[in-house]
């Protein structure tokens, strides 16, 4: 295999001492978090984080629910179920992912480099969960749960009364402006692979400029299109969750 082309960012073999630390877990296997850091841009440098990724998604859901169904043992699936919306769509992990300092680390080819991959949304949720994904094979369920409740603890404490459904308020608070019309979703976009797509859905209310939102699923995104809007229009504060 000839050398890969990147932009110099963290190789194979570099210095994880920094990062594992962060991660709270001593790798037994480093080129496991080498994978989750290492995006398809870059020529010739092996597997990439894709499949990482699409583990350590289901890893986060299940750490997620397990946390709210014990931290929340009254509350419904009615009010469950928008924490959890929350606190796993890709604009959270992306939080997470500058908190921990992983954009510095991955592996880019140099086109992405140029681009600003570092920052991009998208490339940090799909990261934090590659990195998730490396912790549970390495570490098991414990070693992924240790970073979870690190980086997502304040925001699985958060006050209910600001997870209220996005939807059911824009709706609530429309009706309220005097908007007789229920918001109307459409998807306008639909990236990446099938395993882990991306969607992009627009909500339109009567007499507002629209508003996007981005999530693995038209649910979640459509979730994200309509507090985009309530923080927008300062319905909501923008206050991270």
Wanted: proline content about 4%; overall charge neutral; glycine content about 12%.
């Amino acid at each position: 295999m000839g050398t890969p082309v990147f932009d110099g960012g963290m190789t194979a073999r570099g210095d994880l001492a920094a990062l594992t630390e962060r991660l709270g877990h001593a790798f037994s296997d480093p080129e496991l978090l080498v994978r989750a850091l290492t995006h398809a841009s870059v020529q010739g440098g092996g597997e990439t984080y894709q499949r990482l990724e699409f583990l350590g998604d289901r890893v986060l859901g299940l750490v997620v629910a397990d946390a709210l169904f014990r931290m929340y043992p009254k509350a419904d699936e009615g009010e469950l179920s928008p924490r959890f919306t929350r606190l796993v769509r890709r604009e959270t992990c992306a939080e997470v992912a500058r908190e921990a300092d992983l954009g510095r680390h991955i592996r880019l080819g140099p086109g992405e480099s140029t681009s600003g991959g570092r920052t991009k949304d998208a490339i940090l949720a799909d990261v934090c969960e590659a990195v998730m994904g490396a912790l549970y094979v390495d570490g098991g369920l414990e070693a992924a749960r240790g970073f979870i409740e690190r980086y997502w603890g304040d925001r699985l404490a958060q006050k209910v009364e600001r997870l209220k459904d996005a939807k059911t308020a824009l709706q609530e608070w429309a009706h309220s402006q005097g908007h007789q019309r229920t918001p109307a979703y459409r998807e306008v976009e639909r990236a990446g692979p099938d395993h882990a797509p991306v969607f992009t859905v627009e909500v339109q209310v009567e007499g507002v400029r629209p508003a996007t939102g981005q999530g693995s699923s038209k649910r979640i995104a459509e979730q994200s299109a309509a507090e985009a809007m309530l923080v927008r229009e300062r319905v909501w504060k923008g206050a991270k969750p």
